[in-house]
Structure formats: structure tokens, C-alpha cells
């Protein structure tokens, strides 16, 4: 089915690993962006991307990384997990921009920090 | 920086009531204002979306907002609300200046409807 896709869906992660959340979209979206959801927070911008080979940050950057390779995935990267990492994390892709048209969401990522 | 309020975290309503979720938005130039909606354990869904002229919009499931430039407002309202909307809810907004930036969330509105 043509959507947004992210894996895992549940992790754990011990306080100072890193890992890769993945996300891809098979609807030859040009633009991506991550999210992460805190209760009372709404969602926060944590990276995105307006094409293969450009990403930019967004409101919450510190502590991940991101890239671009390839028009179909867009994953972020935990270089030391924190504590204050454990959120849901959330992909979205757009076809032809933020602004102006929605965005398709993935179904996310819930990860703890312990 | 663009943002947007919802007032209230949270909201209960019986069902068949008027659903009435408030949204209201900081920039002077009228931007793109999105409402979507978050099911339990799944990904947000747009609902509808002000981009243009048409200032009452209709969206998917019954719902629709109003873009009202003098209040700066973008409310989410249903005539009758039914069970399966207890859900959450965002305003979402756009800079129509600001290129393409991604959208800013508002904190959410967590919809109860009581039988």
C-alpha cells in the first residue's frame, strides 16, 4: 500500500546508544519532514527535507541527525540516546510542498530512553 | 515566528452536541491553517485545509472551519458530534511568506464524546 512507512514501531533504548529510525515513502514525495510528540507539546520539528540531498532544522535539532540520499527515505538518526528522547516520533511526506497541501503521515515510532 | 493556540486541552461533549475546537493563529498576513486528526496509537490525518479564497471549509467526516480574518481564528466545528470523533485534534499553520517551511502544530485538543 502506497503510504509512509516507519520502522520500528516500538524501541528501547539504553541511555547513550544510538540507532536509525526509519522512514520511507513510496509516493515519489519530494518533501519530508520529522516530528516528535511530547504530551501538552503538540507536535515539534525536529528535521526536514525539500529534496534528495537538502535537509534543514527545525524547532528541536540538537541530538539528531539526518540525510537525504534518496528520494524515498528519510532516516533520523539518535547519535546518544537521552533520556529526554523518549517521545512518539513521526515521519510525513508532501508531494508538492508544505505549503498549501497536507501531508501524509506515518503511523510512528514510540520510543523510551531508560 | 508563525504559530497557532488551542484553546483548550481538552474537551467532552455528549454526543449528538455541537463540536466546537478553537484555533487561532499570530501572523497579520492570513497563512495556510490545516486541522488534522490523531486516532489512538496512529498517525495524524488531515482533516481540511484553508490555502485560498473560500473562507468555510469542509472537510472529511462531518467537519468544517471558518477562516476569519478579524478574529484571527480558524475554528473546527461539527453540528453533531458522534462517538467514533473522540479523538485528538491539531491546527497546524503555514507562512504563505516563509517558503517552504514545514507546518507548526498547535498543542492539540483532546476531544471526549460521552453517550
Known amino acids: 500500500n502506497a503510504g509512509v512507512t516507519q520502522t520500528p514501531k516500538f524501541q528501547v533504548l539504553k541511555t547513550g546508544q544510538s540507532m536509525t529510525l526509519q522512514c520511507a515513502q513510496d509516493?515519489?514525495?519530494?518533501?519530508m519532514s520529522w516530528y516528535r510528540q511530547d504530551p501538552g507539546m503538540g507536535l515539534r520539528l525536529i528535521h526536514y527535507?525539500?529534496?534528495?540531498?537538502?535537509?534543514d532544522q527545525g524547532e528541536v535539532p540538537n541530538g539528531y541527525n539526518v540525510s537525504r540520499s534518496t528520494t524515498e527515505d528519510f532516516p533520523l538518526r539518535l547519535l546518544s540516546a537521552a533520556p529526554s528522547q523518549t517521545s512518539v516520533y513521526f515521519c510525513?511526506?508532501?508531494?508538492?510542498?508544505?505549503?498549501?497541501?497536507?501531508?501524509?503521515f506515518g503511523s510512528g515510532t514510540r520510543l523510551t530512553v531508560v | 515566528a508563525q504559530s497557532v493556540t488551542q484553546l483548550g486541552s481538552h474537551v467532552s461533549v455528549s454526543e449528538g452536541a455541537l463540536v466546537l475546537l478553537r484555533c487561532n493563529y499570530s501572523?497579520?498576513?492570513?497563512?495556510?491553517l490545516f486541522w488534522y486528526v490523531q486516532y489512538p496509537n496512529q498517525g495524524l490525518q488531515l482533516l481540511l485545509k484553508?490555502?485560498?479564497?473560500?473562507?468555510l471549509v469542509k472537510g472529511i467526516n462531518g467537519f468544517e472551519a471558518e477562516f476569519k480574518k478579524s478574529e484571527t481564528s480558524f475554528h473546527l466545528t461539527k453540528p453533531s458530534a458522534h462517538m467514533s470523533d473522540a479523538a485528538e485534534y491539531f491546527c497546524?499553520?503555514?507562512?504563505?511568506?516563509?517558503?517552504?517551511?514545514?507546518?507548526?502544530f498547535g498543542k492539540g485538543t483532546r476531544l471526549s464524546v460521552i453517550a
Open positions: 510525513a511526506s508532501s508531494r508538492t510542498g508544505f505549503q498549501g497541501s497536507g501531508y501524509t
Open positions: 497546524a499553520v503555514s507562512d504563505r511568506n516563509s517558503g517552504n517551511t514545514p507546518l507548526v
Open positions: 509516493m515519489n514525495h519530494e518533501y
Open positions: 484553508y490555502t485560498s479564497a473560500a473562507t
Open positions: 501572523s497579520s498576513v492570513p497563512p495556510y
Open positions: 527535507s525539500v529534496g534528495a540531498g537538502i535537509t
